[in-house]
């Protein structure tokens, strides 16, 4: 099946620093990725979806400049936390769908940010 | 707008107990719907789905049928494994979008004990 990978797993910074995180697809290429953000014990919410060569579309109230999303390949989407802050702590989970998926998404492991 | 709502957890179940975890659904045009698990240190993972009323979605011995009448898709499986313990949720697709953006319950974690 499609491989979806996320780097890193885990991480923990300090408040004002930025973190990135990437988003691999290791079997297929990826025309389309999704990133989530999902908080204990509730849904996962669609922050943004990025389709490769073009800007992100973000949903409503997620702060763009914030979170920088880059999908400079058909293999590779970042996901970029700016000047984080400790609400900015949560699990970020990304997704990627190919052409020939039927629609189907294949998700990542997710990454947990911890900002002190 | 597009909402899921699926039920609560946490639920326990002994070993080749029969299982149910509903889901209903709101949407503003016609979705898809599908039924994603999550199992421990993992991503999610299609488990089944339905793109049209009636259908039935099958895998692993789970099964669930899209129900427009009740704008339902309930999970049922009739003889749960320990494997099986996972969280479960319940998702819906509206097409219309070449992107195809999925719209989450909030998930229900399964315990499966032997």
């Known amino acids: 099946g499609a491989v979806v990978s996320q780097h890193p797993s885990r991480v923990i910074c300090k408040s004002g620093t930025s973190v990135k995180i990437e988003c691999r697809s290791l079997?297929?290429?990826?025309?389309?990725m999704f990133w989530y953000r999902q908080f204990p014990k509730q849904s996962l919410m669609l922050m943004a979806t990025?389709?490769?060569?073009?800007?992100?579309?973000?949903e409503q109230g997620v702060e763009k400049d914030k979170f920088l999303i880059n999908h400079a390949s058909l293999t590779l989407s970042t996901l970029t936390v700016t000047s984080a802050h400790p609400e900015d702590s949560s699990f970020y989970i990304c997704?990627?769908?190919?052409?020939?998926?039927?629609?189907?998404?294949?998700f990542g492991p997710g990454t947990r940010l911890t900002v002190l | 707008g597009d909402s899921v709502t699926q039920m609560e957890g946490p639920v326990t179940l002994s070993e080749e107990a029969f299982l149910t975890i509903n889901c209903t659904y709101t949407?503003?045009?016609?979705?898809?719907l599908f039924w994603y698990v999550q199992y421990p240190g993992e991503g999610l993972q299609l488990l089944l789905k339905a793109t049209k009323a009636d259908d039935k979605g099958s895998n692993k011995g789970f099964e669930a049928t899209y129900r427009k009448e009740t704008t339902s898709f309930h999970l049922e499986k009739g003889s749960v494994q320990v494997s099986d313990s996972a969280v479960y949720f319940c998702a819906l697709s509206v097409s219309g979008g070449s992107n195809y953006k999925l719209t989450f319950g909030k998930g229900t974690l399964l315990t499966v004990n032997p």
């Open positions: 949407a503003t045009g016609y979705p898809s």
């Open positions: 997704s990627a769908r190919g052409d020939r998926s039927s629609g189907e998404q294949f």
């Open positions: 990025s389709n490769e060569g073009s800007k992100a579309t973000y």
């Open positions: 079997d297929f290429q990826a025309t389309t």
